[in-house]
T-cell receptor
Framework: NAGVMQNPRHLVRRRGQEARLRCSPMKGHSHVYWYRQLPEEGLKFMVYLQKENIIDESGMPKERFSAEFPKEGPSILRIQQVVRGDSAAYFC?????????????FGPGTRLTVT | AQSVTQLDSQVPVFEEAPVELRCNYSSSVSVYLFWYVQYPNQGLQLLLKYLSGSTLVESINGFEAEFNKSQTSFHLRKPSVHISDTAEYFCAVARSNYQLIWGAGTKLIIKP
């Protein structure tokens, strides 16, 4: 029973490039959450998605960041024109349904480094 | 607004000694409380949770946490730590059904 999968595990981008982070939820889970962890800080909520729907994106920066969870395939967190301040670990989590959505299962994270 | 405070960024402790990792939260409403553990280069794993009922909750690997409403605390304890407990521990509170608010984490360092 595979857990939440994220790839790549490490991603290096130059300033101005695009970063695409992928998340495959646990089997049977239809809810996905993205969090960002800056060095020496806790996780910060970014966005909550269900299949083909963005439920809450209140934690997403207004510009350059977008997220999707298509009907088929993984959830994608996209960062356009990356800057040094985007360097962080990005974690994806999933939960099975609308009940107990606080019981989230996390992936190993993608560590983004912007040079 | 809800917030979570983990005062200790690092806690060094000798192997087989007891440990307490502190977590305080601020909230004016009922909360759900969680401890997650992050082993080196891995994702976060749910260690234990308080939803309702008994204020003392336990994990399968010997950790326990007690919900104290009057002190707004949810400290994590283990009577005897092992080298394999080396990890970073995060306290979190559920702000809504899904939005978790996180502490900054505490690194547990086990000294042989």
């Amino acid at each position: 029973n595979a857990g939440v999968m994220q790839n790549p595990r490490h991603l290096v981008r130059r300033r101005g490039q695009e970063a695409r982070l992928r998340c495959s939820p646990m089997k049977g889970h239809s809810h996905v959450y993205w969090y960002r962890q800056l060095p020496e800080e806790g996780l910060k909520f970014m966005v909550y998605l269900q299949k083909e729907n963005i439920i809450d994106e209140s934690g997403m920066p207004k510009e350059r960041f977008s997220a999707e969870f298509p009907k088929e395939g993984p959830s994608i967190l996209r960062i356009q024109q990356v800057v040094r301040g985007d360097s962080a670990a990005y974690f994806c989590a999933s939960s099975p349904g609308t009940e107990k959505t606080y019981e989230q299962y996390f992936g190993p994270g993608t560590r983004l480094t912007v040079t | 607004a809800q917030s979570v405070t983990q005062l200790d960024s690092q806690v060094p402790v000798f192997e087989e000694a007891p440990v307490e990792l502190r977590c305080n939260y601020s909230s004016s409403v009922s909360v759900y409380l969680f401890w997650y553990v992050q082993y080196p280069n891995q994702g976060l794993q749910l260690l234990l949770k308080y939803l309702s009922g008994s204020t003392l909750v336990e994990s399968i690997n010997g950790f326990e946490a007690e919900f104290n409403k009057s002190q707004t605390s949810f400290h994590l304890r283990k009577p005897s730590v092992h080298i394999s407990d080396t990890a970073e521990y995060f306290c979190a509170v559920a702000r809504s059904n899904y939005q978790l608010i996180w502490g900054a984490g505490t690194k547990l360092i086990i000294k042989p």
